[in-house]
């Protein structure tokens, strides 16, 4: 039973700057990755950020150079802070969780809106 707690979604507008937050709880202890997706109505759900427990990052290229991913896996934590926001990053985010034995997990979204 793992849980993943989102937090740092709102309301923002162009040009400014939010930071997700999103913790694991429950019977996970070893993690493979963790990552932030997201989804646009009427578009796919598509990865953001990823990072590795070893600390390698890969992100979508509609956001090198504005979002960054961090991770405290002690905390089993992972964080996504988005600056330079635009209205094309509206949409519900996800926070994934890849554990070592193989389960993935999702949390519930958290809306990210981005408008004057």
């Known amino acids: 039973q793992v849980q993943l707690m989102e937090s740092g979604g709102g309301l923002v507008q162009p040009g400014g700057s939010l930071r997700l937050s999103c913790a694991a709880s429950?019977?996970?202890?070893?993690?493979?990755?963790m990552a932030w997706y997201r989804q646009a109505p009427g578009n796919e759900r598509e990865l953001v950020a990823g990072?590795?427990?070893?600390?390698?990052?890969n992100y979508a290229d509609s956001v090198k150079g504005r979002f960054t991913i961090s991770r405290d896996n002690d905390k089993k934590s992972v964080y996504l802070q988005m600056n330079s926001l635009k209205s094309e990053d509206t949409a519900v985010y996800y926070c994934y969780l890849w554990s070592a034995s193989g389960n993935r997990y999702w949390g519930q979204g958290t809306q990210v809106t981005v408008s004057s």
């Open positions: 990072i590795s427990r070893f600390g390698d990052t």
């Open positions: 429950g019977s996970v202890f070893s993690i493979s990755a």
